[in-house]
């Protein structure tokens, strides 16, 4: 029990490790001069150099500020200052973060606002408000990693894992220290990598993996990182003798050794009672006697309270082996009432403690509801995307399938038009061609009336002159009269309604007013005859075409820009 106990004071010393890793400078760029300082006080947090040589740092950006007049480099100057002495006086660091927090503008610098926060869990945490500590570090742990700041995720990953220790939650302790060494691994921080490890080794003793923890302490007791640095080689130390139920007893003199290098520090009174606990099993009384006042002297000096108790009981144990019973006696009664008194306040720890993670089971379970929630959301709206998403592509394929057979019915139409389009021009072809033909024809059958006619007269002046016999001239003049009153009319009319069926049938019943000579007259101009060609046919003068063309025009009511061949040729 003793050693469960040594061990939890040794972790509560093991606060936030540092490395000497590159490091990605996070905070908004302001000024120039005072980022460049600020810079290196952040590199002086990561490699866990001493704060208190950083004061003149923290002094160049008061002066930066304060020139600048810039509230958010005043707050950022604050935050240093209460960073330097967070380890030293609470109560002012709480100060000087409050002051940081009135000057900071949290909405335009989001992060300067979650290292505030992070220093503010801190300062909680060192007050026994372990669940608001908790709870300022779960919120920033997403911040963070939002952000990409891993080396501070890594950073508030190991505050839980304290909190949760501290509140004897060893469990869920060492599932945050395993995460924050995989952050710290995964970045390469090697120096804060090594130093997690004590973390992991205490919690897995206090778990009863004694063997396991004992392992990773004889491998950091080897580790060049754990030599180079004192403190952690003494806490490593210690923990290492608790831990081998004070099997390897030269773990406290060498860590002896090593404090006396540095200034005062808590785990000071706990190497002299250790090496006092290891003589007074080898039964070197007097070297015991010696060790345990001087611890005995150290954490009164100090008002070490939580060791008083096992420092008078071992002295207790010495003078009673010594035989010197009143001295035993006295030292006995004195560590019972310092243990009484530990003894109360250890129950109203307790009962913090029990309050503490009540609060903080519930702020978990708050959060695995509201993850719950958002995730039902994610699911709700990822299927909603997704129904949509198929919605779209049915109703994409449907469209693209009407297009696809409209763009088919479309050229389908566009080839029946065009084919249309060929046997009616095929068909126009076919009618001019009749036409020309029908009219040429008519030229030529008007032609040899003509010629005939002229042949009659000839005739019939050969007659009178007596050079041709009555007899021959009437037989001749019988003969041509027969062509000639064969009806050329009849001829071209039986010939143009195989070209245009019907069409002097819907003239005239269209225009009932025109004439036969008329309706002839439309025939002929229909199959594109001109005038001089019909008062050809006709054997008239072009000009009584013209006047006929003239009342056909004005029977069918045209006015002058309305074309006569046009109205014809749509009948």
């Given amino acids: 029990m003793k050693n469960r106990l040594y061990i939890t004071v040794i972790a509560l010393f093991i606060l936030l490790s540092h490395t000497q890793a590159q490091y990605s400078y996070h905070w908004s760029m302001i000024d120039s001069q005072f980022d460049s300082v600020a810079n290196i006080l952040d590199h002086a947090t990561f490699n866990d150099e001493p704060r208190k040589l950083q004061y003149n740092h923290i002094k160049q950006l008061y002066n930066i500020a304060q020139e600048s007049q810039n509230l958010q480099l005043s707050a950022r100057a604050n935050y240093w200052a209460a960073w330097s002495i967070s380890k030293e006086n609470i109560d002012s660091t709480a100060i000087l973060l409050d002051t940081a927090f009135s000057q900071a503008d949290s909405l335009r610098y989001p992060y300067d606002h979650a290292r505030f926060m992070f220093l503010k869990g801190v300062v909680a945490q060192s007050q026994g408000e372990w669940s608001y500590a908790y709870r300022i570090y779960k919120e920033q742990e997403e911040f963070f990693s939002r952000c990409g700041d891993r080396f501070s995720q890594a950073k508030v990953t190991v505050c839980m894992g304290t909190v949760l220790q501290e509140l004897n939650e060893y469990k869920k302790a060492l599932e945050y220290y395993h995460l924050c060494s995989k952050l710290f691994e995964d970045i390469g921080c090697i120096n804060c990598y090594t130093k997690n490890q004590i973390n992991i080794s205490n919690i897995l003793y206090l778990l009863g993996s004694k063997e396991e923890a004992l392992k990773i302490l004889e491998d950091l007791e080897q580790n060049n990182i754990t030599q180079q640095d004192t403190l952690y080689m003494a806490n490593v130390l210690i923990s290492l003798f608790c831990v081998s139920d004070q099997e390897k007893s030269y773990a406290p003199y060498k860590a002896h050794r090593l404090m006396t290098e540095i200034e005062y520090h808590p785990l000071y009174p706990l190497t002299l009672l250790s090496i006092g606990r290891d003589k007074l099993n080898r039964h070197e009384n007097d070297s015991a006697l010696y060790y345990l006042n001087r611890a ?41 009432t310092i243990r009484d008194t530990l003894i109360s306040k250890e129950k109203i720890s307790e009962l913090n403690r029990i309050e503490n993670r009540a609060t903080i089971e519930q702020y978990e379970a708050n959060l695995l509801a509201e993850h719950k929630k958002n995730e039902y959301k994610r699911n709700i709206a990822t299927t909603i995307c997704l129904f949509l998403a198929l919605v779209s592509v049915l109703l994409c394929y449907i469209f693209w399938q009407a297009k696809h057979k409209a763009g088919i019915s479309e050229q389908l139409k566009i080839a029946e038009n065009r084919e249309l389009q060929l046997l009616n021009n095929q068909y126009k072809m076919e009618i001019e061609s009749k036409n020309r033909e029908l009219a040429s024809n008519t030229l030529i059958m008007a032609q040899n009336n003509t010629r005939l006619k002229d042949l009659c007269e000839q005739i019939e002046r050969l007659k009178e002159k007596g050079t041709l016999p009555d007899k021959d001239s009437e037989e001749i003049k019988s003969n041509i009269h027969t062509q000639l009153i064969s009806d050329d009319w009849q001829y071209f009319v039986l010939r143009f309604e195989q070209a245009h069926p019907h069409f002097l049938t819907r003239l005239k019943e269209q225009y009932s007013c025109l004439s036969e000579n008329e309706l002839r007259m439309c025939a002929y101009i229909r199959i594109g005859m001109s005038s001089k060609e019909i008062a050809q046919v006709l054997s008239v003068q072009p000009e009584t075409i013209n006047t006929s063309r003239y009342r056909i025009r004005k029977k069918l009511g045209l006015t002058a820009k309305t074309s006569l061949e046009d109205i014809l040729r749509n009948i």
């Avoid at 002297?297 to 108790?309: G, I, P, T």
């Fill in 296 to 336: 005995w002297y150290e954490a009164r000096q100090h008002n070490d309270v939580y060791h008083m108790s096992e420092i008078l009981q071992g002295l207790s144990s010495v003078y009673n082996i010594m035989n010197k019973a009143d001295s035993a006696y006295h030292y006995l009664l004195y560590a019972n």
